[in-house]
Structures are given as C-alpha cells and as structure tokens.
T-cell receptor
C-alpha cells in the first residue's frame, strides 16, 4: 500500500536559518507529489507540486522541493526561514491505484525562534 | 471569489446525537472529499465523491455518512455510531482531471461533550 512518512514530528529553527523538511514515500511507480502548509485551525494551502520533468520544483513563499527517485524522497527546503513560516507541513502523494486520492504524511510542525 | 466554505467552524455535540457538517464549493469542481485530522496522524480520508449522486468510502468511513445531491454540496453526518468523533474535519474539492491539487476548506472542529 502507498504510504508517506515524515520522520520529523517537530522541528525548531531560528529565524533566518535554512530549513529542510523530510518526506519519503512508498510507491512503485513515479507518484505525483505535493507539499501543503497548514496554519493553526485552518485548512491546507498548496506550496508546490511535482508531476514530471525538472526534479527541483519551486513553490510559493520561497519554498522549493527536490524529487529524488533513488531515495524515494521529496524534501522541502527554504534558504531563510521567516517567523510567519511557523505552521504544520504535510507531504502528500497521489496514487493511481487509490482512486486518484491523496495519501498524506503525518505532518511536521515547524516552530521558528526569533 | 471561488472557494470552499465549511460551517460551522466550531461544533459541540452531546454523546448519542447525530450532527451534520456542511461543505459548499463554488469552484465547479467535480470531486469532493472529507478528511479527519487528529494530532500526529495527518489526514485520513472518510468519504469521497467524484460525481453527483455517487460517493465512495475512504479509510475510516465507519460511523459517518454523506450525500452528494448537488455538485456544490457534500455534507458529512457524524452519527452516534462513531465512537470517537472529536476531531478537526476538513473538506476538499478538486477538478476531475488527473492529479489536480486539492482546494481545502478552513475546517470544522467537532467536540463531543
């Protein structure tokens, strides 16, 4: 079955520091990959997505992610974190044998120190 | 502006009562979804509908029911059979085209008292 793991439950970084959030998936073929962000008590907002082509994907708010097939990973990065980036981040995969539905990872909560 | 509206934002229910959560979208999306979110567990799919008058069970459908009588609306009923209904519920929609991203509502927090 498809699965998505996010090894880090909670990460704390200082404002201005770089960030990398890890995501690994389990799926036979090349999946469609997404990163979403959720502020407390809110819905999810799409940061970026990967379908095919260039494995380095640019998103909104200065985020980027790199697809590495050999590692089954799709890690999210940002060179300089802002206090407003504090939120929960979800990696997700669409699997074609799952009715076109998303499988979400458990999420990583990001805290930003001033 | 187009979007998804979930109401109410907060909902309290007594044990043994059914309660219905509203989800309305004006994006002209064909597919709609209901997810349950619990701390540390991410989002789990309850039900989804890819077309009017049709819906499918997700991973945790027990104790829930849905209807899809209109394209714009996909209400979720949490029945008394749901043993642990306190959670944050998210509705989403997407075009029917392959692997389109979801648009999410802002959620309903249900608390059983």
């Amino acid at each position: 079955a498809q699965s998505v793991t996010q090894p880090d439950i909670h990460i704390t970084v200082s404002e201005g520091a770089s960030l990398e959030l890890r995501c690994n998936y389990s799926y036979g073929a090349t999946p469609y990959l997404f990163w979403y962000v959720q502020s407390p008590g809110q819905g999810l907002q799409l940061l970026l997505k990967y379908f095919s082509g260039d494995t380095l994907v640019q998103g909104i708010k200065g985020f980027e992610a790199e697809f590495k097939r050999s590692q089954s990973s799709f890690n999210l990065r940002k060179p300089s974190v802002h206090w407003s980036d504090a939120a929960e981040y979800f990696c997700a995969v669409v699997a074609d044998n799952y009715g076109q539905n998303f499988v979400f990872g458990p999420g990583t909560r990001l805290s930003v120190l001033p | 502006d187009g979007g998804i509206t979930q109401s109410p934002k907060y909902l309290f229910r007594k044990e043994g009562q059914n309660v219905t959560l509203s989800c309305e979208q004006n994006l002209n999306h064909d597919a709609m979804y209901w997810y349950r979110q619990d701390p540390g567990q991410g989002l789990r799919l309850i039900y989804y509908s890819q077309i009017v008058n049709d819906f499918q069970k997700g991973d945790i459908a027990e104790g829930y029911s849905v209807s899809r009588e209109k394209k714009e609306s996909f209400p979720l009923t949490v029945t008394s059979a749901q043993k642990n209904p306190t959670a944050f519920y998210l509705c989403a929609s997407s075009p029917r085209s392959w692997a389109s991203s979801y648009t999410f509502g802002s959620g309903t927090r249900l608390t059983v008292v």
